[in-house]
């Protein structure tokens, strides 16, 4: 009962004792109460009732009851931490038991096996189990040995084994009441899926097995070690680490089991370490380092050392000492079969070269390289950059980039399975190693243009195919409207001054179980989208010039695309562009306000130090004609309008060229209908819009209660032209939570998901619409750059606070150019130039940027 219906076994266990039970009933009770305390509760007293239980079975001299005491008992001190102790009650298990009870104390050691890290002798021990569980009809322990057997087949990455053994437990749990153990087998296929490279579909498993446990009321500590793994394959980093760092707390406020901190400080070393913060990933790597050596766990000892190492090696240590305990921990990983062995020859090869030490390089990242022909993507891609690293010491450019190339590859089927555009773009981080050694060696090519290809390779990947639609999830559209509701009355109470923790919980809450059923959505697309290709963006450009900045070693390099070639400028420095860019934007944002006039001066100084840190000599080269600008995502701030070169010509951004390429090629819609929103609370009321109403033919007009998030997605799809006056909400916690206000609540990124086609053209006229997060190697995140793959081609957005008169004559002069047929980029050069000459009105021509081709 305990794994079936955990608090009513143990609540009858305790009522047994009460009745004042013989011997051999209480060593029952005892029994299951210390099940409960060993898995649920407080280890300390599940010892006491297991003793208890063994000592009462010897009373009623029954060798079957004793050895089945013997073997939880045992378990209970391994998770302790008593290693040789529980090893040693395993033994006087198996002897004291027989057949069929002697399979079930087999099993238990398995999983003990499996705990310590002993695979082998677990999967020599659950194989003797199976039969004889089989003969014995025994349907409960025969699913668990498979359970366990596939679990173990996992571990040493044989993911087909272990997927034939969950298929074969599951029909068999299907015909039992086994809750918990239920959950527990929906929870280890979700470990199959991750393992197999299936990222949505390990997260939608760990939740449902979470919701399992969370009706049964019981703890979920392998549970969070698990996700931990899955949301580090998925790029999520900060929040492995929170889940991790959150059930340890958890764990010790129960006084839970040893062996279960050790792994979860292991996953929280793992996390802390991609999340930017090497000293904790130091920390909880040594902590783990130590439990698992008491725990004589020389699996876990091995991962812990390893992460440890890496920690070290991220704070810049490099010595011939860390190369040899690299080298001796991929040692150790390889005697155990561990999947992880290729990570840690790759990095002993790493520091090695970073010392000079080519010889032991090239003995280290030769073994690593093997990994790239078999295995799961993630693992293969380390096998590739061992790959690339051996090529680089060798001399060979066309080594590395055909390195680089399957690698990338690789990670481009991986990243095409996962469905939310969030994903997609965090999962690029794994490639980043690949992409700077390819760019490496295209500079060193001296070929721009070869440059140009490589830079295109993995920049702003997720705008290359269109996120997965959500599917007509009753639960998804009940949390988005709920989120919706929740959101407008936090926000009206806080318009009224009253406290809103209560309601701001219930958001934050919402917010993770929409977030959490996005990014189980499945990718359909295959591959990785369109490969770039030079020669038709020059064609595309005709008489007009493409900036693509690309950024080497911290410096700025300009690849400046037009009359039919690819040149290639140095410029300055990354650090100093993007502080440049930060005191812009602190200038524009004073400039937004009354009597920062005498500002302006030190607005336009910055804009020309800018021109000379972004583009350099490229400056000077620019011909006649429009102008394309694709920045890095660590640049997406600039005004580009404010560099001199750039101040009076047409111009547009695009987050790649590739994108601008398929924006440049998308067709519109044979709707020509235009959409008008008017949200509430602006502080000149969207005065723009009446008059906008009046210059188009029969525009579609929502305002007031008709402005609703339903009936603006419904209006929007398909449009030709949408103007959306709406208060813009930028959230760099979860970039996709950015929003713009309409009368019911917030309309979100992942609402503009959900429609067929995005608008053709879209206006943003309220600040803050154009700001992003950057993510992954090179990604951006938010409302703009949602929209351009899902069929919008243009989009003019705002990336600064600005004053709200101002806009109203910058969109009417806007939308002038666009009823004589200008493009957005042509008709947003002419509506600055139209502008009044004042600071406030020339910042706000600033801050708005047209991006895309339409």
């Given at each position: 009962m305990v794994f079936a219906d955990p608090g009513g076994a143990l609540a009858r266990a305790r009522a047994l004792l009460d009745s004042g039970p013989p011997p051999s009933h209480a060593c029952v009770a005892h029994q299951v109460i210390g099940i409960w305390q060993r898995d649920f509760g407080d280890l300390r007293l599940a010892l006491r009732h297991l003793r208890r239980a063994r000592d009462l079975a010897a009373r009623a001299d029954s060798a079957e009851r004793e050895a089945d005491v013997l073997a939880t008992l045992g378990v209970a001190l391994v998770h302790a931490g008593r290693t040789p102790q529980g090893l040693?009650?395993?033994?006087?298990?198996?002897?004291?038991?027989?057949?069929?009870?002697?399979?079930?104390?087999?099993?238990?050691?398995?999983?003990?096996?499996?705990?310590?890290?002993?695979?082998?002798?677990?999967?020599?021990?659950?194989?003797?189990?199976?039969?004889?569980?089989?003969?014995?009809?025994?349907?409960?322990?025969?699913?668990?040995?498979?359970?366990?057997?596939?679990?173990?087949?996992?571990?040493?990455?044989?993911?087909?084994?272990?997927?034939?053994?969950?298929?074969?437990?599951?029909?068999?749990?299907?015909?039992?009441?086994?809750?918990?153990?239920k959950a527990d087998a929906v929870e280890s296929r979700g470990?199959?899926?991750?393992?197999?490279?299936?990222?949505?579909?390990?997260?939608?498993?760990?939740?449902?097995?979470?919701?399992?446990?969370?009706?049964?009321?019981?703890?979920?500590?392998?549970?969070?070690?698990?996700?931990?793994?899955?949301?580090?394959?998925?790029?999520?980093?900060?929040?492995?680490?929170?889940?991790?760092?959150?059930?340890?707390?958890?764990?010790?406020?129960?006084?839970?089991?040893?062996?279960?901190?050790?792994?979860?400080?292991?996953?929280?070393?793992?996390?802390?370490?991609?999340?930017?913060?090497?000293?904790?990933?130091?920390?909880?790597?040594?902590?783990?380092?130590?439990l698992f050596a008491g725990q004589r766990r020389p699996w876990g000892e091995a991962h812990a050392?390893?992460?440890?190492?890496?920690?070290?090696?991220?704070?810049?240590?490099?010595?011939?000492?860390?190369?040899?305990?690299?080298?001796?921990?991929?040692?150790?990983?390889?005697?155990?079969?561990?999947?992880?062995?290729?990570?840690?020859?790759?990095?002993?090869?790493?520091?090695?070269?970073?010392?000079?030490?080519?010889?032991?390089?090239e003995r280290q990242l030769a073994v690593a390289a093997r990994s790239r022909s078999a295995g799961p993507p993630l693992a293969r891609i380390t096998g590739w950059a061992a790959q690339a690293l051996r090529a680089r010491a060798a001399g060979s450019g066309r080594g590395v980039l055909e390195a680089c190339r399957r690698g990338l590859d690789l990670l481009d089927d991986h990243r095409m399975t996962l469905g939310a555009s969030e994903l997609r773009a965090r999962a690029t981080a794994q490639g980043a190693e690949l992409a700077a050694l390819a760019q490496e060696a295209a500079l060193a090519s001296g070929r721009p243009r070869r440059l140009l290809v490589w830079s295109e390779r993995w920049r702003a990947t997720v705008l290359s195919a269109p996120p997965a639609r959500p599917p007509a999830d009753p639960a998804l559209v009940s949390a988005l409207t709920a989120f919706r509701e929740i959101a407008a009355r936090a926000q009206e109470a806080r318009r009224d001054g009253r406290p809103v923790p209560a309601l701001e919980r219930e958001q934050r809450r919402l917010e993770r179980e929409i977030r959490s059923r996005t990014l189980r959505l499945r990718g359909t697309a295959p591959g990785g989208g369109d490969r770039f290709e030079p020669g038709r963006l020059l064609e595309r450009l005709a008489d007009g010039w493409l900036v693509e900045l690309a950024v080497l070693d911290g410096r700025v390099h300009v690849l400046l695309c037009g009359e039919g070639r690819v040149r290639r400028f140095e410029a300055g420095r990354?650090?100093?562009?993007?502080?440049?860019?930060?005191?812009?934007?602190?200038?524009?944002?004073?400039?937004?306000?009354?009597?920062?006039?005498?500002?302006?001066?030190?607005?336009?100084?910055?804009g020309r130090r800018l021109e000379e840190l972004l583009l350099g000599p490229a400056a000077r080269r620019l011909g006649a004609g429009p102008v394309v600008v694709v920045p890095p995502g660590s640049l997406h701030r600039v005004p580009w309008a404010l560099l001199p070169s750039l101040r009076d010509r047409v111009l547009s951004v695009s987050p790649s060229a590739g994108s601008w390429l398929r924006a440049r090629e998308t067709a519109p819609p044979p709707d020509s209908r235009q959409v008008l929103v008017r949200g509430p609370g602006l502080a000149t009321g969207g005065a723009e819009v009446p008059r906008l109403a009046d210059r188009y033919a029969a525009p579609t007009v929502l305002e007031g209660g008709d402005a609703h998030v339903a009936r603006v997605l419904r209006e929007l799809d398909g449009a030709a032209l949408a103007h959306l006056a709406a208060h813009g909400t930028f959230r760099a916690d979860s970039p996709l939570f950015s929003s713009l206000a309409m009368a019911d609540g917030p309309l979100i990124v992942h609402d503009f998901e959900r429609l067929d086609r995005s608008p053709y053209r879209i206006v943003l006229s309220c600040c803050d619409t154009a700001r992003f997060a950057s993510v992954g190697a090179d990604e951006l995140l938010g409302l703009v750059t949602a929209l351009l793959p899902l069929g919008t081609a243009g989009v003019v957005a705002c990336s600064a606070p600005v004053n709200d008169e101002a806009v109203v004559p910058l969109m009417l002069a806007l939308h002038k150019g666009l009823g004589a047929g200008l493009s957005l980029a042509e008709a947003l050069r002419d509506a600055r130039s139209a502008l009044p000459g004042d600071a406030a009105h020339r910042a706000t021509g600033w801050a708005f940027s047209a991006f895309g081709a339409a």
């Open positions: 040693a009650a395993f033994e006087r298990g198996v002897a004291r038991g027989s057949g069929h009870t002697r399979a079930r104390v087999l099993y238990r050691r398995a999983y003990v096996w499996w705990v310590l890290g002993r695979h082998h002798e677990a999967l020599t021990d659950v194989r003797r189990a199976v039969p004889v569980l089989r003969r014995a009809g025994d349907v409960i322990w025969t699913a668990r040995a498979l359970t366990l057997r596939a679990t173990v087949h996992l571990a040493l990455g044989a993911v087909e084994r272990a997927d034939a053994d969950f298929a074969a437990a599951e029909e068999l749990w299907d015909t039992t009441g086994q809750e918990h153990d470990l199959a899926a991750y393992r197999r490279g299936d990222i949505p579909a390990a997260l939608r498993l760990l939740g449902e097995a979470e919701e399992r446990y969370a009706e049964l009321g019981t703890p979920t500590f392998m549970l969070s070690v698990r996700r931990c793994e899955v949301l580090m394959a998925a790029g999520l980093a900060p929040e492995a680490l929170a889940e991790a760092d959150g059930a340890i707390a958890a764990l010790d406020r129960l006084g839970g089991q040893p062996t279960r901190k050790a792994e979860l400080l292991l996953a929280a070393a793992r996390a802390a370490r991609p999340a930017g913060d090497a000293p904790t990933a130091a920390a909880r790597a040594a902590a783990a380092v130590k050392r390893l992460v440890l190492i890496e920690a070290r090696a991220a704070a810049g240590a490099r010595s011939g000492r860390l190369v040899a305990d690299a080298a001796d921990v991929a040692g150790r990983l390889a005697a155990f079969g561990a999947p992880a062995a290729p990570e840690a020859s790759l990095l002993a090869g790493r520091i090695a070269l970073a010392l000079g030490r080519t010889a032991e390089a990354l650090a100093d562009a993007v502080a440049e860019a930060e005191y812009v934007q602190a200038g524009l944002r004073r400039l937004a306000h009354p009597g920062a006039a005498a500002r302006l001066p030190l607005v336009e100084a910055a």
